[in-house]
């Protein structure tokens, strides 16, 4: 089957630019991560969907940062009025269950943001 | 807060051989799971093995194993026969059983297999 896929692969913004990233989880995935990649680090969370209900958005890094999850499966990542430190890889994941320990996160090949 | 440290930036070995990375990690928790993950240059991180914080056993995958030390915090992965398909970016990571099961990632360690 279909792993989780993210649109567009690169995205180049000019600084002041608002931007879209979408994330497709994994069909039937009730949880869905986001999480910033910066060159050269680990991921870091973002935001976390149970469904359509956003429960954690303690790592959006500021109110530019602005995600939703409408009907509980595709996920979109919004950033408005882009800062040249916004530029990062953008992961989403997916997991199967909702609150359960262990669960296994199913990565997208992410989304490289360059703000100019 | 949790942390998760990986204290060796790049490493290097040779194929065949085995290599052993490490990961140090603090929580308060009692109840947790650790991974490792890989990060191929593609960029799609994929799950190597997890570890249950309250098995005492050491996990293993095939050639993967780790060394779970509880008490010390300490997490290592050692992949034995390395293949030159085993270079890539590898991910010491944590979750508690709140805030949705998020990944608590460590900086990273570069891994080079080389023929």
């Known amino acids: 089957g279909a792993g989780v896929s993210q649109s567009p692969r690169y995205k180049v913004a000019k600084r002041g630019q608002d931007v879209a990233l979408r994330c497709d989880p994994i069909?039937?995935?009730?949880?869905l991560f986001w999480y910033q990649q910066a060159l050269g680090q680990g991921p870091e969370f973002l935001t976390y969907?149970?469904?359509?209900?956003?429960?954690?958005k303690s790592g959006l890094p500021s109110d530019r940062f602005f995600a939703e999850r409408p009907e509980g499966s595709v996920s979109t990542l919004k950033i408005q009025r882009t800062q040249q430190e916004d530029s990062a890889v953008y992961l989403c994941?997916?997991?199967?269950?909702?609150?359960?320990?262990?669960?296994?996160?199913?990565f997208g090949p992410g989304t490289r943001l360059t703000v100019l | 807060a949790q942390t998760v440290t990986q204290s060796q930036p790049e490493m290097s070995v040779q194929e065949a051989e085995t290599v052993t990375l490490s990961c140090t990690y603090d929580t308060s928790e009692n109840n947790y799971y650790l991974f490792w993950y890989k990060q191929p240059p593609s960029r799609q991180m994929i799950l190597v093995i997890r570890?249950?914080?309250?098995?005492?056993q050491n996990a293993t995958e095939n050639r993967f194993s780790v060394n779970f030390q509880k008490a010390a915090k300490s997490f290592s992965l050692k992949i034995s026969d390395s293949q030159l398909g085993d270079t890539a970016m590898y991910f010491c990571?944590?979750?508690?059983?709140?805030?949705?099961?998020?990944?608590?990632f460590g900086g990273g360690t570069r891994l080079m297999v080389k023929p």
């Open positions: 570890q249950e914080a309250y098995k005492q």
């Open positions: 990571a944590f979750t508690m059983n709140n805030a949705g099961n998020m990944l608590t």
């Open positions: 994941a997916s997991s199967f269950a909702g609150r359960q320990l262990g669960n296994e996160q199913f």
């Open positions: 069909s039937g995935h009730v949880s």
């Open positions: 969907f149970q469904n359509e209900a956003q429960l954690d």
